[in-house]
């Protein structure tokens, strides 16, 4: 019985080190790591600003904007009135479409401060944004129902 037990055990560990031994071979392909993840975009807005908002797409609702936020890693986040509405507690909720997308998309954790190319999706009216969060140094408003549009962060490259 021992005999048993102590040749399953060599054969359990032999498996495991000879799968090893065949990832680490010359010539053996190593598995890669997922590419960058791209969108397909509708609009290029191109260089925007950190007071750039997506109200200018306003009604264009489901098309992909991307922005190619321009970064400055000493500039202040925003706070209170004229800054981001909504967003939620994790950053990929729905945003009002006045407020500043590049500081969305630091708040959702897409870009850093630095910058980066942003990609966000138009969306309607909605009854409610909430807000009320910070993350990544960006503080959001919670805002009730709004005539304009919103949009959420899809994500950057």
């Known amino acids: 019985m021992r005999f048993l037990t102590l040749l399953c055990l060599l054969v359990l560990v032999g498996c495991s080190a000879a799968s090893d031994a065949v990832r680490s071979l010359p010539g053996t392909p190593t598995p890669s790591t997922p590419p960058a993840q791209t969108f397909e975009y509708d609009v290029l807005h191109g260089a925007a600003d950190w007071d750039t908002q997506v109200s200018d797409y306003r009604g264009r609702n489901g098309d992909i904007v991307a922005f190619d ?17 909504g967003g939620g507690a994790d950053g990929r909720g729905l945003f009002t479409d006045d407020s500043r997308v590049c500081w969305a998309g630091v708040f959702a954790g897409a870009i850093p401060r630095t910058g980066g190319r942003l990609y966000v999706e138009v969306r309607p009216e909605a009854d409610t944004f909430p807000g009320g969060y910070t993350r990544n140094a960006v503080s959001t ?8 549009g919103g949009f959420v962060v899809l994500g950057a490259r």
């Open 141 to 148: 408003l919670d805002w009730p129902s709004y005539e304009g």
């Open 69 to 85: 936020c321009q970064g400055d890693p000493n500039e202040t986040p925003p706070s209170g009135a004229g800054a981001v509405y």
